[in-house]
T-cell receptor, first 113, second 113 residues
């Protein structure tokens, strides 16, 4: 079945540091890939998505490229801010009658001033 | 507008109570979802409604009863819950029941005493 593997956390960075959060996936078909962010006490917000190989999703300075050859969708940001502190979930979705999102375990990012 | 609203924000109930969670979206989406999220874990899918019909029930105990009165509303009726049911309950919607982006509400924090 489908699965998503995220790097182990938590991650703590200083403000303005470079961020990479790894995400790899296993899927039988051609999934869409998503990054969701959850700020403390809130629901999930879509951060970015990519629907096919080599697509790059971007939003709020975050980027991720759909790499079919390495089955990866790593999240990057050039300069993190304290306000980026949150939990980040990588997810994949495949179509079909019983389509649903498969989430990774999530990783907590803390950014210190 | 990509807003999904949920009420109440917080709910405390005893094991013999009956309560309901409500979710609303006005994006014209035809698929709506209930998720359960425990602390520091990814959301777990409970139910999917597609065009107001229940299409997925992830073997959820009968003490949780979903209802979709119309295309904009989704309810989750709760009865005889257990303390282990305490969690954040998230509602989401997407344009269709395919691999479209799911938009999440802020959640209802449920505590069962």
């Amino acid at each position: 079945g489908d699965s998503v593997t995220q790097m182990e956390g938590p991650v703590t960075l200083s403000e303005e540091a470079f961020l990479t959060i790894n995400c790899t996936y296993t899927a039988t078909g051609y999934p869409s890939l998503f990054w969701y962010v959850q700020y403390p006490g809130e629901g999930l917000q879509l951060l970015l998505k990519a629907t096919k190989a080599d697509d790059k999703g971007s939003n709020k300075g975050f980027e991720a490229t759909y790499r079919k050859e390495t089955t990866s969708f790593h999240l990057e940001k050039g300069s993190v801010q304290v306000s980026d502190s949150a939990v980040y979930f990588c997810a994949l979705g495949e179509g079909g009658a019983n389509s649903k999102l498969t989430f990774g375990k999530g990783i907590t990012l803390s950014v210190r001033p | 507008d990509t807003e999904v609203t949920q009420t109440p924000k917080h709910l405390v109930m005893g094991m013999t109570n009956k309560k309901s969670l409500k979710c609303e979206q006005h994006m014209g989406h035809r698929a709506m979802y209930w998720y359960k999220q425990k602390a520091k874990k990814p959301p777990e899918l409970m139910f999917v409604y597609s065009y107001e019909k229940l299409s997925i029930n992830e073997s959820v105990p009968s003490r949780f009863s979903p209802e979709c009165p119309n295309s904009s509303l989704l309810n989750l009726h709760l009865h005889a819950l257990q303390p282990e049911d305490s969690a954040l309950y998230l509602c989401a919607s997407s344009q269709r029941d395919r691999v479209d982006t799911q938009y999440f509400g802020p959640g209802t924090r449920l505590t069962v005493l």
